[in-house]
């Protein structure tokens, strides 16, 4: 890995992005557009401020799954990742500069929709707001390290869009947020247990309750985190420099 | 590691399978160095699988490949070798100026070397247009550029000329043999024979094994014809009579 490479990287997605407005615009834009949606629809200020954090975490993991499995998938088709392939480019410098990019797009998405959530919306946060910040980045970097690591098992858009459902449904259903983890069948939570996204809800859920952060919260955070790099290690090895 | 008695690319009983039908059988050859060779033969014979495996992003299956006296894929080899592919490979949303610099950095070229191929190219007008704005024409020399970044030794193009007006493409040629007069060499492909003419050396293949090699002169020698054309159907005739 070589820094300035790395930081290259990330500036070109980034401005990849810049020529494209309408994709920032439905990045940004649209948690925040369902965060209120889901305001009406709620229509009670409790059951709000219980949903609310929870969509703050799994939005930016969908969002950023979905766009960097089709940016990576669109690099190999395109020929540019041949190309880099033949280059003093790092495997890593390739995928860290793509979470460097989302990860900064994350943290512009969740910033929106935590502004709007709190003053118009007047989500009350009893605890103090840092944690749940962390979480959503965080969780948008899982969502990115998963996207690049995934990508490499899609050929076509068509499958990288398809695998979106296939891993991001089961981790969202299995992860406690509709049944409480501890009540599933004991082959569910252990299928529970070593999914990464169970964790980020745990963490959120004790960020959003504010109550003190202890060595839970902290664990979960490191488990998510460990997740992050270790998908980000597996997406490098299945990146080859020689192709059949 | 510039040694000029030493060949560019030396190739030894190099065989690829791909799909699980052999398409190089065993090829020997040598790319001298400081000289622009052509290497011809019709679409489907292996240019493409050839060139891919001695830039070393090709999986081959036995034979050795030898690049600027390294074996072909050493990380050593990654600054010393310019490569453009077929199709363009450059980025439709960014701009040309945009691509370049970014695979400049890529390289460690410095940054004002995007506008110095911009120029090489002719494109200098169009480099603040988006990749997926370029006629076919642009596109193909935005990904030609590419492939001059920096200082390459070896420069290896997969049918730069495709699409050109002869106008362009007779500037290129005239790019390429000043690349050579200054040493560098250059691996150009292309399936059209009247671009053989051009070439200081030949490698012709077809079905994925070396019909000829040497200069177009020898090639013209060998087969009794003026016209290279001719000289590859007589070629063909003579290896499928025998």
Known sequence: ?244 | MMNLSEPAVSVRDLRVSRGGVEVLHGLTFEVPRGQVTGLLGPSGCGKTTLIRSIVGVQVVAGGEVSVLGEPAGSPALRRLIGYSTQSPAVYRDLSVRENLRYFASVLGAPRDDADRVLEEVGLAEAAGQLGGTLSGGQLTRASLAVALLGRPELIILDEPTVGLDPVLRQELWLLFHGLAARGVTLLVSSHVMDEAARCDRLLVLRQGAILADGTPASLREHTGTTDLEEAFLRLIEETTAA
């Open chain 1, 1 to 244: 890995m070589n820094p300035s490479i790395t930081l290259a990287t990330a500036r070109r997605i980034l401005t990849q992005l810049r020529h494209d407005h309408r994709t920032v615009a439905l990045m940004t834009l649209v948690p925040t557009l369902v965060m209120i949606l889901l305001y009406y629809v709620m229509d009670d200020e409790r059951s709000f401020a219980q949903w609310a954090p929870v969509l703050l975490c799994v939005f930016p993991f969908l969002v950023m799954f979905l766009v960097t499995s089709i940016a990576t998938l669109r690099e190999r088709t395109s020929g540019t990742l041949e190309r880099l392939m033949a280059m003093p480019l790092g495997k890593l410098d390739l995928l860290v500069g793509y979470g460097l990019a989302f990860g900064l797009m994350a943290c512009a998405q969740v910033a929106l929709a935590l502004t709007v959530s709190l003053t118009w919306l007047g989500l009350d946060l009893p605890g103090s707001l840092w944690p749940l910040v962390l979480v959503a980045v965080l969780n948008a970097l899982l969502g990115t390290s998963l996207g690049l690591l995934c990508s490499a098992f899609a050929r076509t858009e068509f499958q990288a869009v398809q695998l979106m459902p296939v891993v991001m449904i089961p981790q969202i259903l299995l992860g406690g947020i509709l049944v409480p983890r501890a009540q599933m069948a004991a082959l569910l939570e252990w299928i529970s247990d070593v999914l990464p996204m169970s964790y980020a809800i745990e963490a959120m859920k004790d960020a959003a309750m504010g109550d003190d952060l202890g060595g839970e919260f902290w664990r979960d955070i490191l488990v998510v985190a460990g997740c992050v790099l270790l998908a980000l290690v597996l997406g490098a090895a299945t990146l080859r420099r020689r192709t059949p």
